[in-house]
């Protein structure tokens, strides 16, 4: 168990639908991380947000948008759902100081757009 | 743009055998490099890093060798068993923040 917590793990939903994501990181860790795990593309980072603010932004569409908040669990939205959104996002968190260091992920939250 | 990348997508061995997966970085300013191994229905799970300043780190039952004059990384599995058998990324920290993945090698242990 890496500690971080995703819900849900599955999400089953219709095109142009709206949902969200949750993430708790490991207890004591600043940053959270978004990745996109699909067949085709592997594993893509979407952004990062470190103490509340996002800290780096990867290919994230704009129909998705995400934040942290005080508590620093961090919640994922992706809007406007397509079917090419399918696939399972992963977060992971890493430690106090904000820079790269081994990431801890979750088990992903497996999305299926219908 | 740069990425990283895998020569071999399934690799298969006996169980015992010593395992090498390898990787391919495009970036030589990349800094850091992580190797991760994930499971059916899990995330990743790390399992290695290592520095641009290292050119070998162990842990247990695996070394990570860095090669920066032909920018290559290889994981080595030893006396590698049935629960090595799942897919296993290269990473390398090479914008930043960033962690760039590479496409994955699927390990098979043949018991």
């Known amino acids: 168990d890496s500690g971080v917590t995703q819900t849900p793990k599955h999400l089953i939903t219709a095109t142009g639908q709206r949902v969200t994501l949750r993430c708790s990181p490991r207890?004591?860790?600043?940053?959270v991380y978004w990745y996109q795990q699909s067949l085709d593309q592997g594993l893509q980072f979407l952004i990062q947000?470190?103490?509340?603010?996002?800290?780096a932004k990867g290919n994230i569409l704009e129909r998705f948008s995400a934040q942290q908040f005080p508590d620093l669990h961090s919640e994922l939205n992706l809007s406007s759902l397509e079917l090419g959104d399918s696939a399972l996002y992963f977060c992971?968190?890493?430690?106090?100081?904000?820079?790269?260091?081994?990431?801890?992920f979750g088990s992903g939250t497996q999305l299926s757009v219908l | 743009g740069e990425s990283v990348g895998l020569h071999l997508p399934t690799l298969s061995v006996q169980e015992g055998d010593n395992s090498i997966i390898n990787c391919a970085y495009s970036?030589?300013?990349?800094?850091?490099f992580i190797w991760y191994k994930q499971e059916s229905g899990k995330g990743p799970q790390f399992i290695i890093d290592?520095?641009?300043?290292?050119d070998k780190r162990q842990g247990q039952r695996v070394t990570v060798l860095l090669n920066k004059t032909v920018k290559h990384l290889s994981l080595q599995i030893a006396a590698t068993q049935p629960g090595d058998s799942a897919v296993y990324f290269c990473?390398?920290?090479?914008?930043?923040?960033?962690?760039?993945f590479g496409g994955g090698t699927r390990l098979m242990v043949k018991p």
């Open positions: 992971a968190s890493s430690g106090p100081t904000g820079n790269i260091e081994k990431l801890f």
């Open positions: 207890s004591g860790d600043l940053s």
């Open positions: 947000y470190y103490n509340g603010e996002e800290r």
């Open positions: 970036n030589s300013a990349s800094d850091y």
């Open positions: 290592i520095r641009s300043n290292m």
């Open positions: 990473a390398e920290n090479n914008a930043g923040n960033m962690l760039t």
